[in-house]
T-cell receptor, first 115, second 113 residues
Framework: GNSVTQMEGPVTLSEEAFLTINCTYT??????LFWYVQYPGEGLQLLLK?????DKGSNKGFEATYRKETTSFHLEKGSVQVSDSAVYFC??????????????FGKGTKLTVNP | ETGVTQSPTHLIKTRGQQVTLRCSSQ?????VSWYQQALGQGPQFIFQ???????GRGNFPPRFSGLQFPNYSSELNVNALELDDSALYLC????????????FGPGTRLTVT
């Protein structure tokens, strides 16, 4: 079945450092790809998405490009802030029976940004 | 626009008991999905409801069941609780089945002792 593999964490960076969190996927067809963020004690928030090959999703300085040839959707940010400390999840859409559309998540990568 | 809300925030149950978790979908959304997130893991899909019917199910036993109401709110019921059911249960809503974007509530933390 479809699956997502994320870079193992935790990741610790200093403020203003460059961030990359790797994500690769295995899927039949062409799923939509997402990055969600989970702050401590909270649910998941959609950070960005891409629905087809070569699409670039972006939000709050974060970017990720849907690469079909490498089956990847790596998350990047040029200059992280302390407030970016959270757990980041890569996910893909997987269409199931009856037209349902579930999300398949990676295990998450915990990011800590120090001042 | 009201976001996804869930209740209760936390609860503690004993093995063998039954539990009901509740979710109100975001305004304008007609599809609700439930996920289980074990500690340190990514969320796992339990099932999805669309127009009050189950529309897809993940690899969870029948003791996990649900309902969706005419106002699109939803319940997750778990019978015969096991210790491994301890997790954060997340509800997500979206516009119609097959929608790409799902919006999550804050979750219900269930502890089974």
């Amino acid at each position: 079945g479809n699956s997502v593999t994320q870079m193992e964490g935790p990741v610790t960076l200093s403020e203003e450092a460059f961030l990359t969190i790797n994500c690769t996927y295995t899927a039949t067809g062409y799923p939509s790809l997402f990055w969600y963020v989970q702050y401590p004690g909270e649910g998941l928030q959609l950070l960005l998405k891409a629905t087809k090959a070569d699409d670039k999703g972006s939000n709050k300085g974060f970017e990720a490009t849907y690469r079909k040839e490498t089956t990847s959707f790596h998350l990047e940010k040029g200059s992280v802030q302390v407030s970016d400390s959270a757990v980041y999840f890569c996910a893909l859409s997987d269409q199931g029976q009856g037209g349902s559309e579930k999300l398949v998540f990676g295990k998450g990568t915990k990011l800590t940004v120090n001042p | 626009e009201t976001g996804v809300t869930q209740s209760p925030t936390h609860l503690i149950k004993t093995r063998g008991q039954q539990v009901t978790l509740r979710c109100s979908s975001q305004s304008g959304h007609n599809t609700v999905s439930w996920y289980q997130q074990a500690l340190g893991q990514g969320p796992q899909f339990i099932f999805q409801y669309y127009r009050e019917e189950e529309n897809g199910r993940g690899n969870f036993p029948p003791r996990f069941s649900g309902l969706q109401f005419p106002n699109y709110s939803s319940e997750l019921n778990v019978n015969a609780l096991e210790l491994d059911d301890s997790a954060l249960y997340l509800c997500a809503s979206s516009w119609r089945a097959g929608a790409y974007e799902q919006y999550f509530g804050p979750g219900t933390r269930l502890t089974v002792t």
